[in-house]
């Protein structure tokens, strides 16, 4: 017969006699779930939690994640009949006990806490507390960093384009030539400040957040970065006119560092494109081996071989006429860096530049494939 | 209508609307509770109501969040006429999301407003503005 809530609870301490424990502190699943009797704190100490089987396997699970994400060590004990393995396995339990099995409950858990105190010999038990604790306080840390970065960059930017937006007004208005000339030095010495900022941004956001998944096709990355790249138009140069896409189809991985990266490496392209011939921008994407390979070639002035060792450090700047903060391809390699992969640079004076970025990605089409096999 | 604490801001962004020809009757409101205030007023009065909104997202007291928050509480005739556009000089990525995901919300512009900006903006959405 399944009872619908026996589950409970033991400590180290009071493992000796499992069936005492189980009536001392028995807590219904779905108490557990929606009220927990338990502070966060009380759970953490709990070494291993066993979970009654009841008819509402779902609650189960979730009742399970929610020890689980109290207390990431506890080991899970399922108890009862008829436990299928993949419940288990939802469960993420490290062991299965029969009713008739009862009598074992108590030799299991003491070998449980024994495998616990072999994994943190090295660490006292109030030293994982401890850590744990220190965790949450940098978690919060790096939150109210993140915060304090894009309040700062708003608050820096806001004048900025107040600015720009008056300069844009000014421009409309101004008939004579030579204001005109200073107004658009202007525009650029506020466009210049406002990349720094950026790059700032990109770079401290690089460094405190997690990779992100989602799905992404470069020919529509390419439109968005360019879009944001209008600044850098002339009136011969429009970008979409010279910059060719080989798609390669969706693909899944940080769309928001990618831009990043494509955003920096297309803007030098601009920057440094020659002035005797049309710019001219390739970019070619392909899929291999679970890998993305990237290639942004330009026929721009090139990179002459004395720098081409250092432009990704950060602050190189090959030459006074350089215009940015030195940022720019350093944040590109940290950024494929984290994203798991490597970048490489080739470059011939006066012919142009080009990029070859491999990170690791899942491609639409092994997705799928799994999606079938798993039907 | 534009909401901005800003002077400086309601100021760009009264001349770029004039100049784009989008619309002669523009009002301006320095802070999210005036201009809530200034719609509830204006429907229950039966005098016309902006057709469309430019919204900074970050204002002192209530910000442009909030605003949408309290809009969206509003009577269905306001939430009809207005189209709402957020402005802001934000660049986390989370305010853009969160506006573009408001049902209120046809566009999010990262400042400052350009003629040429909010032309596409009007070509893309079919908002039609009456003078």
Known sequence: MRTDFIHFFCSEKDSSDVREIREAVAVPVKQLLFDSPFEDNQVIDLGIAVLGICDDSQLLIRCSEKIRSLNPNVAVILYGEGISGYLAFRCGAVAVISRAEQSSLGLIVSEI??????????????????????????????FELDRFVYSASHDLRSPLTSVLGLLYLLREELKDENALKYVLLMEESILKLDNIIRDIVAYSRNNRTEIAAEPIRIKELVKEVTLSLRYLETSGLHLNEVIHVDDAGVFISDKIRLQVILNNLLSNSVKYRHVAKPLKISIQSVFNNGRLSLRISDNGIGINENHIGRIFDMFYRTSEHSTGSGLGLYIVK????????HIEVSSTINEGTSFTISIPVVHKRVLIDNLDESN | MIVEDNPIDIFINTRVIEQS???????????AREALHYLKEADHNNQPLPNLILLDLRMPDMDGFEFLDQFSNLSTTIRSACKIIML??????????????????ISFISKPLTRDKLIALMNSNTVEIAN
Do not use: C, W
């Open chain 2, 21 to 31: 020809g989008l619309s002669s009757y523009i009002i301006s409101q320095q802070s």
């Open chain 2, 88 to 105: 802001s000089s934000s660049l986390d990525p989370i305010d853009d999301e969160q506006a573009r995901k408001h049902p209120d919300v």
């Open chain 1, 334 to 341: 940290e950024m494929v860096k984290k994203l798991g992969g």
């Open chain 1, 113 to 142: 806490f024994t495998t616990q105190k072999q994994a943190f010999s090295s660490l006292p038990y109030d030293k994982v507390l401890d850590l744990q604790e220190k965790n949450k306080e940098l978690e919060k840390i790096n």
